[in-house]
């Protein structure tokens, strides 16, 4: 999966879901979990890994730049994260 901003590879680094079983969420949470969803962060919400990704971008999007390293993807503004639902639609934030 995409990111829709700068076009990185999303990582997936979690997921998300509701237990079934309130009463018993202590034991093994994550056996619990019916899960809702995947929680993705773009790798460039802190900024980008090289100049000419960098270059590319801020072009792309008619961004100014003094200096390639102070660059940062858009979706920075919510700390990159991305969320799916049941669906597999992606969603801007984090799903809580």
């Known amino acids: 999966m995409e990111c829709p ?3 990185a590879e999303l990582r997936c680094i979690d997921y998300y879901g509701k ?3 309130a009463d018993h969420y202590y034991l093994y ?3 619990w979990i019916e899960k809702e969803g995947d929680i993705f962060q773009c790798q460039n919400c802190f900024g980008f890994n090289t100049e000419e990704e960098a270059i590319e971008y801020a072009n792309r999007n008619n961004i100014k730049i003094n200096d390639w390293q102070e ?4 979706s920075e503004s919510f700390n990159g994260h991305f969320y799916t639902d049941r669906n ?5 934030g984090y799903p809580c």
């Open 29 to 31: 949470p994550r056996s």
């Open 5 to 7: 901003y700068c076009g």
């Open 71 to 74: 660059i940062v993807c858009d």
């Open 88 to 92: 597999e639609n992606l969603h801007e």
């Open 19 to 21: 237990t079934k079983y």
